[in-house]
């Protein structure tokens, strides 16, 4: 691994976000490089340490929470700056839990990019947590699992009040608002593949005393 910071590292899965991303921080003047979830991201970095890391949260693979908890159990990565991008985990515990486990900053989807840029500027400026905070495995995977069955909760009552909603609509306005429903319908999947992953993650550990 290299130990010259010197490039922005930008994780999404979605293809869209990461060219807008990928092109506003180069038009800016920084060196970015991307990666499509959290596993890819881990392959940059084992290449050439990043000075900062913006990540999305809910991706395939491994997603944003699990990469940071790597990033941070590493003794050549844990001071490094992860930003978080999100669009779905954007409560008050989903933020907390962010913080818990080392996150540096947390902004919300849709970008405001004159807000964004001065936060990535000043991260840069003064470098990463100097106290990095990480649960142990257990703790991490269980605080994770609640985290996602209380948002499998909130997409299975989105779902429904949509699909109650695309019924009483006339057919000229269903086209865009089918397109919303099929979004959450898709992070409702990636939701339950991850949470039957820590599960089963879970059910490896032997229950602390």
């Avoid at 990535?120 to 100097?130: A, E, F, K, N, Q």
């Avoid at 009552?157 to 898709?186: G, N, V």
Wanted: with cysteine; aromatic share 8%; glycine share 4%.
């Amino acid at each position: 691994m290299s130990t010259q910071p010197g490039y922005i590292l930008v994780v999404d899965d979605i293809p869209d976000i990461l060219k807008l991303l990928d092109a506003t921080l180069q038009f800016k003047g920084y060196r970015v490089v991307t990666a499509r979830d959290g596993q890819e991201a881990l392959d940059v970095i084992k290449r050439e340490r990043p000075a900062l890391v913006i990540a999305d949260i809910l991706m395939p693979k491994m997603d944003g929470f699990s990469l940071l908890h790597r990033i941070r159990i590493d003794p050549e990565t844990c001071d490094i700056p992860v930003v978080f991008l999100s669009a779905t985990y954007v409560g008050q515990e989903d933020k907390e839990f962010a913080r818990a486990i080392g996150v540096t900053r947390f902004i919300e989807k849709p970008v405001d990019f004159d807000k964004f840029f001065p936060i990535i500027s000043d991260i840069l400026t003064r470098g990463g947590p100097t106290t990095p905070i990480s649960l142990n495995d257990f703790e991490f995977y269980d605080r994770y699992r609640k985290r996602l069955e209380v948002k499998l909760g909130q997409k299975e009552t989105q779902i429904a009040r949509d699909e109650h909603l695309l019924r009483t609509l006339p057919e000229a306005d269903r086209l865009t608002f089918e397109s919303t429903l099929q979004q959450a319908l898709k992070e409702r999947d990636e939701v339950q593949l991850l949470l039957a992953k820590i599960r089963e993650r879970l059910d490896s550990f032997s229950k602390p005393e």
